[in-house]
Nanobody, 115 residues
Framework: QVLLVESGGGLVQAGGSLRLSCAAS????????MAWYRQAPGKQREPVAD???????NYADSVKGRFTISRDNAKNTVYLQMNSLKPEDTAVYYC?????????WGQGTQVTVSS
């Protein structure tokens, strides 16, 4: 099992930037695929970006070109750099670690983008 702790959320104006971090502990981080999801009020949780153990990345169409996911295996941390933020990016952002049938979630961090 992996323990995940997110940080870096906050309030930012439209067009601004934030960097989310997710620190992992409890298992071999480098073996896990990592991802960021988000959930806006009244909506289902949706995938934002993911990065495999090999470093391959995927993005939701809504964030392509604005968000960048990366990982530092030496620090057991995954990042989400968010640029050109829009009000519709407002949500609780969750870190996810997956390996086979094992899925682990962080507690979430709030991102609020004001117009």
């Amino acid at each position: 099992q992996v323990l995940l702790v997110e940080s870096g959320g906050g309030l930012v104006q439209a067009g601004g930037s934030l960097r989310l971090s997710c620190a992992a502990s409890g298992s071999i981080f480098s073996l896990y695929g990592m991802a960021w999801y988000r959930q806006a009020p009244g909506k289902q949780r949706e995938p934002v970006a993911d990065i495999t153990s090999a470093g391959n990345t995927n993005y939701a169409d809504s964030v392509k070109g604005r968000f960048t996911i990366s990982r530092d295996n030496a620090k057991n941390t995954v990042y989400l750099q968010m640029n050109s933020l829009k009000p519709e990016d407002t949500a609780v952002y969750y870190c996810n670690a997956r390996r086979g049938l094992s899925w682990n979630w962080g507690q979430g961090t709030q991102v609020t983008v004001s117009s």
